[in-house]
């Protein structure tokens, strides 16, 4: 049999070399959980009957500090915000605390992250419905390290909010609210340029 070699970047995200060399090795095997920042995450998922792709894994982290890792999947590969709000279908934003968080600091981030990320006449129009989302935060009570914190969009239903796996109230309808909530994390404003850049599947900036 022919040999077979593969060349990747040398800044080429760890876990994507991670995840590719493990499917060379078995590429008929089934999904294989991959190790971040401590953490365990699938590197596929099935969302209201659809299965997602791992998009990408990041880090938000102030100087040494880390708050929380977490995961994008998507129908579809994507490199860009425009390219995964476009996509159809279901999304999963996942994020594993790295640290114990109060609810307040946790709505509040959103928050603010949806207000670097679009205009005055956005904001009106999802303020209401981020309120619903920001309250159930609260309502859940304060976090502690390695809880999953998971938003969801389902099409035709909206975005929904799971602590645990257990789901925090009806879904909040919608794709425009998350489109505005992936933009916290992968828009022009990212809250961590290093995040965003995880999530796109991209390698780290030049510094």
């Given at each position: 049999?022919r040999?077979i070699?593969?060349r ?13 060399l493990a ?23 099935v ?20 708050g ?8 579809q ?14 999304k999963r ?7 114990n ?7 509040q981030?959103?928050?603010r ?31 502690r390290?390695?809880d ?8 035709g ?13 009806p879904?909040?309808?919608?794709e425009?609210?998350?489109?505005a ?27």
């Amino acid at each position: 049999m022919r040999a077979i070699s593969f060349r990747f970047p040398s800044s080429a995200p760890r876990w994507v070399l991670i995840l590719s060399l493990a499917a060379v090795a078995n590429p008929l095997s089934v999904a294989a959980p991959l190790q971040f920042e401590g953490q365990t995450f699938e590197d596929r998922v099935v969302l209201a009957g659809q299965p997602l792709r791992l998009n990408g894994l990041g880090v938000r982290a102030v100087s040494v500090i880390r708050g929380y890792a977490a995961a994008l999947y998507l129908p579809q590969p994507a490199t860009s915000h425009a390219e995964a709000s476009g996509q159809s279908g279901p999304k999963r934003l996942e994020i594993r605390l790295l640290r114990n968080v109060a609810a307040r600091e946790l709505a509040q981030a959103l928050t603010r992250g949806v207000s670097r990320n679009s205009t005055q006449a956005v904001r009106d129009r999802l303020a209401d419905r981020l309120q619903q989302l920001t309250d159930r935060f609260e309502q859940a009570g304060s976090r502690r390290k390695s809880d999953t914190v998971s938003l969801d969009y389902l099409p035709g239903q909206g975005t929904e909010l799971r602590i645990n796996g257990a789901l925090q109230g009806p879904p909040i309808p919608g794709e425009d609210l998350y489109d505005a909530l992936l933009a916290v994390f992968i828009g022009a404003h990212p809250a961590d340029e290093r995040l965003r850049r995880g999530l796109l599947g991209l390698p780290p900036a030049p510094s």
